[in-house]
């Protein structure tokens, strides 16, 4: 069973940045790729930044060149580091873990607002 934590959400001024961090229990970690989604308000969860187990990264357009996806060297947590926080990048962040079926963590709400 893997179980998945977020941390790291909070309240940002636009401009701002902020890390968000994913601790992962239970299986082999690293055979996983790894995600980041988001839900804001009235929508649908949307993806945001994925890393796959061999360390490739991909990102949705809107947060290219903002949003950086990692792996912890311990392997068994995944960040997102986000820059130039927008106020339309505010939502409830989830990590995800992907093998054979979805794994989600409880989610953190990331704010950005003056």
């Known amino acids: 069973q893997v179980q998945l934590v977020e941390s790291g959400g909070g309240l940002v001024q636009p401009g701002g940045s902020l890390r968000l961090s994913c601790a992962a229990s239970g299986s082999v970690f690293t055979t996983f790729t790894m995600g980041w989604y988001r839900q804001a308000p009235g929508k649908q969860r949307e993806w945001v930044a994925g890393i796959s187990s061999a360390g490739v990264t991909n990102y949705a357009d809107s947060v290219k060149g903002r949003f950086t996806i990692s792996r912890g060297n311990g392997a068994n947590t995944v960040y997102l580091q986000m820059n130039s926080l927008k106020p339309e990048d505010t939502a409830i962040y989830f990590c995800?873990?992907?093998?054979?079926?979805?794994?989600w963590g409880q989610g953190t709400q990331v704010t950005v607002s003056s």
């Open positions: 995800n873990a992907r093998k054979t079926r979805d794994y």
